[in-house]
């Protein structure tokens, strides 16, 4: 496309009308397809992230439902609505503006359903499937403007605009991410808004290529009115300030991008070239005003969320760099950004996004890349996509998720060689290779592979416990007669799975719901160094030595099947009726603390009617429960692999219910296995003719048997003296 033609966002060029002439004679127009309507382009893309929500099955990470989806669950029906509430809401360390806007989709979704008398299943399906359905809109925005902002930069229509575009959709991390309800993800979105209506035009030297020499007025993107041009200049200007504002306020470290953009825009007027003093007067009028009106509505929201005057992105900050409590959740190598983050965010593009950053930081760019003011916005773009990562590599404490509102403009970036390498695919212009035809499908299957993994199966059974649960509750529970209360345990690392935004069903006087408790992994708050360096977090003890924290924090009373009878067989050793006569009221202090705790959330864990844990505790729990009430009633497929050893293995539940369970075969194989386990305390020589948990030895590979020594552990609640309470 010439470079003199008209778009929404660029400055046309004054040329000769020869030059003109001769450029559109060398240049045809693109082909009539590429003439995308903006309203139909934005239509599918929210179609499109809709399917791409309401289908992802797969957990990320804990900040998509304890940062977002808990404090909204809270503040829009109340405290008592179950909500699991961590530290850094109860620290006054985040905006209540994410969590606010969820909590109005909440209340929003709550008010359909009592005006459509919808019965409680289906208010249930209707509140979690409105948090996705929300953050779906904000996604399609996203890629919408990913593909404005490459209009703005390659000309509209162009192959490299319509390249982006195709990136952006096909982008295994955007299919994998952005529709996830972290704060990133919104964050991605208002900086994408903003960098499309960032004044890129001002970074043009006054009165060079496509300029007037005119120092005292504002320069406009199109020509015509200057009256009517400034004023939507203004507008622009005023709505990238605001997007970035908020951005900032949500995400406190999103000022590095627009410290970056601001410095490279507005420091070149010392040197009589970028924006004039009279552009950088208004910027700083304009960043102050808008900054202002932001700073002071985000100030009134965290008073009506918080229910105090507090000030969070100044406790983020002293929290997380201060006293650097960040690297509590771990900490990675200075390289991480460059040898994972951008792999990560890129994927199969990054050899791509390599070679443009290469060729446009290195001047190697021709004039019909992309339109004047897209050059000089193509060239910060790489800077501040490089001068981000290299700040939050300082950080001891790296996510991916942290630099990907940097991934807009990478993929714009991109958008230049990949016009290059595979528009003779889409123009047709000239015959293009068979191999190009080959690598672009292969590309295209790698990241339907990965985008296919990463939503669907990898981390699956951690989602797809929290829907068995709650349909359990549904189908046994809340139909019982009378209904009753359904209690839930996790024995896993701290926030392996959603909590209310997907159990639903909070208890209350009225009606019966889903009673849960797990591992926490609160940090070390206000304590010094020496102290830091011993904490060990409720999940950290646990995993320490699992048989000693079971002792100190379980219930004492032994648990009991859904039916009041106790394990038959071979467990009625272990239940051995207690002959001291303050036994009977031990018990009976032990069941008031069991009930006292889910009002409190003090002292020792009630035994669950349900027991949720990965595979990898399995054989820990086999022998530390033997002789209890427990059966297997499912076990869902999590994952391949995992980097944390603790969350290996499928994700098992054990209930006390035998009635619930999958099938008459899992109960059988777990009751084999606590029926070797019993036989080996009692008969030493059992390893000659056992399985050991399950795995059979094998005579054939040996004559000789090598002994087997088994250290079994009594049950805990086992005929013991009371202990005293702490």
Known sequence: MSTTESATSQIPSQTHPAQSASNDASQKPPPATFALEPHSVLLFLVGLRLLNALTDRTFFQPDEYFQALEPAWQWAFGER??????????????????????????????AIAQTLNLSTYSRSELLLAAPPTLQAVFAAIDDYYTWRLASSVYGANTVASLMVLGLTIVSPWQWFCSTRTFSNSLETTLTVVALHNWPWHWTLTVGGEGQSSSRVSLRVR???????????????????????????????????????????????????????QVEAVTFARETALCGGIV????????????????????NFL??????????????????????????????????????????ILSSQTSPTDATPVGRSALRLLCITCLLVPAAFSNIAHKEVRFISPLLPALHVITGLPLASFFGSLVTRRAPSSFFKKILLLLLLAANASIAYYTTQVHNSGIIN???????????????????????????????????????????????????????????????????????????????????????????????????GTQATGLSSGVFAPDSRSQRALIGDIDTGRDEAY?????????????????AQLEPTLQVSLRGTGYVECKRLFNSHWHDDSRRTGDVIVWCLDASRSESNVAGSENNVVLQQIEEAVHDPNAAGRQEILGVKESRATSSRKVPVTRVVERPFWKIRDSEEEE
């Open 465 to 563: 416990l929290t829907h068995y649960l709650r349909h359990e509750f549904e189908d046994a529970y809340r139909t019982s007669s009378p209904p009753s209360n359904m209690t839930v345990g996790m024995f896993m690392p701290c926030h392996s799975t959603p909590w209310r935004s997907h159990f639903q069903y909070p208890p209350s006087s009225e009606q019966p719901g889903i009673r849960a408790w797990a591992l926490t992994c609160e940090p070390p708050l206000d304590m010094n160094a020496t102290e830091n360096a011993t904490y060990m977090d409720e999940a950290d003890q646990f995993y320490a030595d699992p048989s000693l924290w079971l002792k100190k924090h379980m219930s004492r009373q032994p648990p009991q099947r859904k039916d």
């Open 318 to 359: 002293h929290v997380n760099v201060v006293q650097s409590l960040a690297t509590f959740y771990g900490s990675n190598d200075w390289h991480y950004y460059l040898s994972q983050g951008y792999p990560l965010l890129l994927t199969t593009a990054l050899p791509f996004s390599i070679v443009s950053m290469f060729r």
């Open 222 to 276: 199109d020509g015509g009115d200057q009256g009517r041009k400034t004023t939507d200049d203004l507008t622009r200007l005023r709505r990238a300030l605001l997007c970035a504002a908020v951005a900032t306020v949500l995400r406190p470290t999103n000022v590095l991008i627009w410290a970056s953009l601001t410095f490279m825009t507005f420091i070149g007027g010392l040197r009589k070239i970028g924006a004039s």
């Open 598 to 614: 889910w009002t409190t959330g003090h002292g020792r864990h009630p035994w669950p009617d349900y027991l949720a844990f990965f």
């Open 295 to 314: 700073l002071l509505l985000s100030t009134i929201l965290d008073r009506i969320f918080y229910g105090a005057w507090v000030f969070p992105p100044l």
């Open 81 to 110: 609505s179950g909500a699991w509430i961590t530290w850094e809401w109860k620290s006054y360390l985040r905006s209540a503006i994410h969590p606010m806007i969820f909590g109005l989709c909440y209340r929003t979704a709550s």
